[in-house]
């Protein structure tokens, strides 16, 4: 896949998402006002979507049509939206500044974005319980919501941001990171890779094969990610540059060093793409979002 | 149903509960611990139970065995643990006290609090889409995933809190606050009631009286609760006598009076009991909560 291909792939199905999440989020008019508008301040915001970008790729690899994720693309990027809005609060991260605009908190109020966060969790799971262009068995159904609360939870998620903040200050060592960000990040990217394959009830091998490609981009995912917070301008990043190393988070370039975190994140896409080889080209997207997970720039 | 009757039942069903949250809650020892100890603690910290005990209640009037109430009671009573521990937050209503035992961020800290209400809330749905003993099929799960997941929502519970968050330092009137309350206590009250409902496949003429009787008791309940703010020694209600007054909070007092708010938590009660006719003595447990609700001392 070429990759103005890629780009354009990503954009449409970008506004897909946008177009569906603008259906779910209760209306900016609606009472309590300040909360809507808070939750929809968070959600429409932008960002790079690749959580439902793994929807839909790994939906595509599976034989789903694109109009059976939207709402299962959505329902996992409202348990990531949740998730940033508490992460920077001031009692977790204390971030200012997400996708280049000041931080819910910061663009409401404390109180407000706790509770936004509180309300878009549950609006995922009633999505995937009703949503009905999802087309779904009732077990499907409850396959994808047992998946993402799992996801979410406490030895998912939310588990990690737990031992992300008590790793501040420390020197954790090179497992005790991999586990952090396979629980931090690694668990809903593997949920969203996995859901369509619950909602296509698909066959163990692809099942597997799903599994393994998906722990890979995770974790390379995540190298990337601390590559770019070293050396990426605050512009282009969205959030300060070394915020991350300045807030005493261990990183990747700390631990390795930058030349061998880049090479780690293209061993494990190597790998994920390896994974990969019982698909055919239904699985292009999942191969080119692979490779664009290390060469994005932000 | 005499007042000891009443208590054995409430006593063992409490016990009931206690033994399927310690069967579902993440053992201490497991990573993050910490965040297990807090889960735990807020959600085995004892309290009224009184969700739970209209689940049982419900369910028993529907004809359900109380062994496939047990999950779908502890999911309601998560939702509302979780709601709690954040509730008490420094930047919501700031409370040091909690069923005579420090709140969750005073035991512990603010992040672990955050996180053990985030990671409270995916469980409570994993629960009701998995949990064997409930015994329902995948339609009545996804009927009260639905419904669990809209009454903890921005239209619900937790938009109830954001207009009472608004309320604060306000002279809102009588319509205000019971929309308010409405919906902060009300929606989680009405779905511990209905959701028995779902898993049993209910009569449209018995979900109608049981809709009614949940909207009289919740409002009831949250009247009382406000009397009892103003009337019981710290020591009894576990939490500062007058906090709600003081903390600038509408209450049912500050703009009925202590008399006319009793008198009106008894009308509801006796609405409510009315909305019972259709029952036989299957219902006796509701009734019973029905009275408790107005006339317990804490």
Redesign the interface.
Known sequence: MTPDTLRQRLEQRAQRLEAIAQRWL?PPD???E???AA?RYAVLGGGKRLRPQLVYASGEALGLAPARLDAVALAVELIHA??LI?DD?P??DDDDLRRGRPTTHKAF????A??????L???A??IL??DASIAG???Q??AM??R???A????GM??G???D??QVGQQPDLNTIDTMHGLKTGRLIHAATLLPADLADAADTAVQALEAYSSRIGLAFQIHDDVLDETTETAVLGKPQGADRAAGKPTYPALLGLDASRQRAQTLTDEALDHLRGFGPEADGLRALAQHMIQRKH
Chains 1, 2 share one sequence.
């Open positions: 209760p609606a009472l309590p300040r909360l809507h939750m949740y998730s508490h609060l009692a977790m109020d404390e109180a407000t706790i509770l936004a966060g509180d309300a969790q549950p609006l799971f009633e319980a009703t068995g009732a077990q159904r409850l919501i047992s993402l609360a799992r979410a939870g406490s030895c939310v588990g941001q737990a031992v903040l008590q």
